[in-house]
Every structure is written in structure tokens, then in C-alpha cells.
């Protein structure tokens, strides 16, 4: 290939696109190189898309609310049009429940407090208010069927919630995503599928290049790794795995689809609820179904797979989590047969993203998304481009990290929150909850 780019992105989901988006709008020639025959069909097509704002972490919290807008705001954000319409962002709110795990939400108050988001504290009567159906004893710790307390109540009652009004999720995310193409080639970004970067190729202490499985060489001076849970396989093929503190691997997961209870009209009515109680998340889906989700309970064995060889049907995990949050969603259905989603995160040692430089100059990562990030894709995108635009013109991130103002929430973000030389940061959850 003889054309010249300045930047090639390994990868094409929601986090690749949108990191070559900003690098376009920076005047970047840009690639995105992906084995998969088109936008979005990896880890991101199985995404929930929830956008929601609890994170443990203060750092959590803000980019999540700042990636709010973006969404809210998606084809002024994007400037292009796409002839497969655009993804649309549904509100439904967010009941979180209060749980030891999560310190009773406290620190989460104290975040959205500090960001001016607006939220209601509840107490059980508020709760039922809100969604009648639910149950409201407590359940936790979160139990596998064969335990002779499964589904039985450990508590008289939860310790209550809080409800987020500005929380919802985005209609279609593999469509998100090629929205994000469309942007992209409009800012003269190129994309090439079915193309699998089999090497990364150095000069003189420098990233140089990608050679690609068909034996193509492409010459770049940057390179950026965003290939989801294979993240670990590209560091690797770099050379930087070595010079990473915390690091990342691929974690299967399953997601239930499953209808709404009899006569409730959870489209309308039903919201996101994020159960620690009973150890699951859950959104409205179309054709009155629910979503439910694992916020990764002690009592699941974490299934860390080769994101190439994996099982790719439904084991026992769906249909638990699905029983877990009928525990607390009275008249949740359970067919028979599941459906849904079986996928993989790319899951951090502390579940919180790496978005960062790596000891190779020119090679850099956005990567350990750990089943949370989709919703932080507009705003990492413009991160990893102001992290990229100051290392290359000779900045020493990992001494003075980049830092920069956030356009919706004004706040400062310090890249080197998610540096790959941290400490594990004790304050995580260690679970998709970030
Ligand atoms: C089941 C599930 C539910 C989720 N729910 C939510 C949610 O509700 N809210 C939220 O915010 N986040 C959620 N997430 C997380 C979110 O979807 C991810 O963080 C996000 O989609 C990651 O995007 P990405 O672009 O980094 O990776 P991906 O979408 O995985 O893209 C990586 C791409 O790299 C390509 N690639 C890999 N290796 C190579 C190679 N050698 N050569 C060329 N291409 C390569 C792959 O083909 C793939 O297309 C969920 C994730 C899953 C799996």
C-alpha cells in the first residue's frame, strides 16, 4: 500500500472510531485496520450501550457525565450523515440500589453532587413509587442456583436507592458506530476490513508500521492499539506488554434477553436498574423484553477465555442471572430457552480503562474498556487525541501527564488517571461497575 497516513487505529468499534474521528477533526490522515468485514461487529455489537453514571471513582463519574452529552447531541456531534440513519439515545432514568458494595452510594452522591447532576435519594416507599413491581428484600450475597438459599430473602428489606433521571442507553450500538465511520470518512478517515494486523513492525526505537495477515505492510509512526479483547495479543505483538503495570485479558460474559412481566409496559415504564443486591443490571429492550447483565458477583467464576477460541453459546450463567433479577423484578419471565448475548470485555487488573502511551514511542493503547466504556467512547476519543497530539510533539506523559478541560462539565481531565504504570486502584469495584 503506497498512501501515506499518519495514524492507523487497530480496530473499528465504537472506542477505535471515535479515537479516529478526533484525530481526523486534528488534521491526522487516518486508518483504521479491522479483521472483521465491517464497523462494530466486535465486542462493541454486543455492548448494552447503557449510559449511566455510577462509577466508584470521582474520575469515573465525570467522564461518564461529560460522554452523556455527546450522545444527547449525536449527529451535531458526528457532522455527517449516514444513509443507515443515525443510533438514537433513550432516556429511561437509573435506579441504583443501595449496597454495602457500593458504600451505600455515598462517594456516587458525592461525585454527582460535585457535577451538578441532578438525582433523587429513595427510600422504599419512594422506590415503589417509581416501579411497583419490584421486590424489596434483600438478597445478597448473590447465590448460584444449586445453593440451598437461592432466591431466598437474607434481609427484610434493601437499604434503598437513588434514581438518576439523565440515564438511559443508545438504541442500536454496531449503527452508533458505523455513524461513527461516516463521520470519519467525511473527514477524509479511511477504514479497511477484513484485515487482520498479524505484526507491528519498529525502526530505530520507533513504532514504524502494521503487517497485515494477506503479508501487506502499511508504514505509519503512529500506531494505536483499540482492538478490544484482544488488546492483550497487540501489546504483545508490540513488545510493551512487559512495561505495563496493570494489564488486560478477555472475559466472557453473558447477557439474557428475557420478557417483561405480563401487562407491564417496560418500554414505557421500566428503566435501567443496577442490583448489587442481587448481584445484576437491567434495561428495557424492544418488543418488551429486558436486558439483564452480570455486575459480576464472588459467587460467579470469572470465565478469563482466548478471545479467538471461546464458547460462543449460552451455558447455565444466563439463565441465573436471569433468576437473580427476577428476584427483585417481579413477574420477570424465564423461557426455557435463553436468548440474548454471549460476548467478551476486555477486562483491566482493577476493571478501570488503560488510556495511555507504552514504552514504544509512537505506539499507543486505549484498551482494559472492562464491560463499561461503550458510553465513554466520544469523549476517550478526544482524550487519546490530545494525549497523542502532546506525546508526539515531545511531551513526557508519563512524568507531567496530559492533562485537559472537558468542553461539557468544565472539569480537568488528568490522562494519567488511567495510566498503564498505576497502582491498582483499591477504590474500583473490580466489576463491570468500574
Ligand atoms: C456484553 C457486553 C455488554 C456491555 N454493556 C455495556 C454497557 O451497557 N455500557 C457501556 O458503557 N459499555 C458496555 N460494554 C462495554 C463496551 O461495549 C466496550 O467497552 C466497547 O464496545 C469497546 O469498544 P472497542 O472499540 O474498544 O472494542 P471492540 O468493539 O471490541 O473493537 C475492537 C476491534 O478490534 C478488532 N481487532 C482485534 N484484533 C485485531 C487484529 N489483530 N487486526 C485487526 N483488527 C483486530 C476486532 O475485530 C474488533 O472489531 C459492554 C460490553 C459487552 C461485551
New binding site residues.
Given amino acids: 500500500m503506497n498512501k501515506k497516513y499518519d495514524a492507523i487505529t487497530?480496530?473499528?468499534?465504537?472506542?477505535?472510531?471515535c479515537v479516529s474521528f478526533e484525530l481526523a477533526k486534528k488534521g491526522f490522515r487516518t486508518l483504521n485496520?479491522?479483521?472483521?468485514p465491517s464497523a462494530?461487529?466486535?465486542?462493541?455489537?454486543?455492548?448494552?450501550?447503557?449510559?449511566r453514571f455510577h462509577y466508584s471513582t470521582p474520575d469515573g463519574v465525570a467522564l461518564a457525565r461529560e460522554g452523556y452529552f455527546y450522545w444527547l447531541d449525536w449527529p451535531n456531534y458526528l457532522g455527517a450523515d449516514d444513509e443507515s440513519g443515525f443510533a438514537k439515545y433513550v432516556n429511561t432514568g437509573c435506579l441504583v440500589i443501595k449496597t454495602a458494595l457500593n458504600k451505600n452510594l455515598v462517594n456516587v452522591m458525592r461525585s454527582l453532587d460535585e457535577l451538578g447532576v441532578a438525582y433523587e435519594e429513595l427510600d422504599l416507599e419512594g422506590i415503589k413509587k417509581k416501579m411497583p413491581l419490584l421486590d424489596l428484600h434483600g438478597y445478597f450475597p448473590a447465590k448460584l442456583p444449586n445453593d440451598p438459599g437461592f432466591g431466598l430473602p437474607t434481609a427484610p428489606t434493601i437499604a434503598g436507592a437513588i434514581f438518576i433521571p439523565e440515564s438511559g442507553?443508545m438504541s442500536d450500538?454496531q449503527l452508533s458506530t458505523h455513524n461513527v465511520q461516516r463521520a470519519v470518512e467525511a473527514r477524509g478517515g479511511e477504514f479497511l476490513f477484513n484485515?487482520?494486523?498479524?505484526a507491528i513492525r519498529t525502526h530505530q526505537g520507533r513504532a514504524a508500521g502494521v503487517t497485515l495477515k494477506d503479508g501487506q505492510a502499511i508504514d505509519v509512526p503512529v500506531i494505536i492499539n483499540?482492538?478490544?479483547?484482544?488488546s492483550y495479543?497487540?501489546n504483545r505483538m508490540a513488545g510493551v506488554e512487559q512495561g505495563m503495570n496493570i494489564k488486560t485479558r478477555a472475559l466472557r460474559?453473558e447477557?439474557a434477553h428475557v420478557p417483561a412481566p405480563e401487562g407491564f409496559d417496560y418500554q414505557r415504564d421500566g428503566m435501567i436498574i443496577s442490583d448489587g443486591d442481587v448481584g445484576t443490571y437491567s434495561r428495557p429492550e424492544v418488543g418488551n423484553h429486558v436486558l439483564v447483565?452480570s455486575e459480576d458477583p464472588e459467587c460467579d467464576e470469572r470465565e478469563w477465555v482466548d478471545p479467538d477460541h471461546y464458547n460462543t453459546g449460552f451455558t447455565q450463567q444466563a439463565a441465573t442471572q436471569a433468576m437473580r433479577a427476577a428476584q427483585r423484578i417481579q413477574g420477570l419471565r424465564i423461557p426455557n430457552m435463553m436468548q440474548g448475548?454471549v460476548?467478551?470485555?476486555?477486562v483491566s487488573d482493577d476493571w478501570i480503562p488503560i488510556y495511555d502511551k507504552s514504552d514504544l514511542p509512537g505506539f499507543y493503547m486505549?484498551?482494559g474498556?472492562?464491560?463499561?466504556?461503550?458510553?465513554?467512547?466520544p469523549i476517550v476519543g478526544i482524550l487519546m487525541a490530545e494525549l497523542i497530539e502532546k506525546v508526539e510533539a515531545g511531551h513526557d506523559h508519563d512524568k507531567d501527564p496530559v492533562k485537559f478541560t472537558m468542553k461539557y462539565t468544565r472539569r480537568t481531565c488528568n490522562i494519567g488517571f488511567f495510566s498503564r504504570l498505576r497502582k491498582i486502584n483499591r477504590d474500583s469495584s473490580f466489576s463491570v461497575i468500574g
Avoid: M, W
Fill in positions: 487497530i480496530g473499528a468499534g465504537i472506542i477505535g472510531c485496520v479491522d479483521k472483521l462494530g461487529y466486535g465486542s462493541t455489537s454486543g455492548s448494552c450501550a447503557i449510559i442507553y450500538p484485515s487482520e494486523v498479524v483499540v482492538a478490544g479483547p484482544h495479543i497487540i460474559q447477557v447483565g448475548v460476548d467478551l470485555y476486555d486505549a484498551v474498556t472492562s464491560g463499561n466504556q461503550y458510553k465513554n467512547a
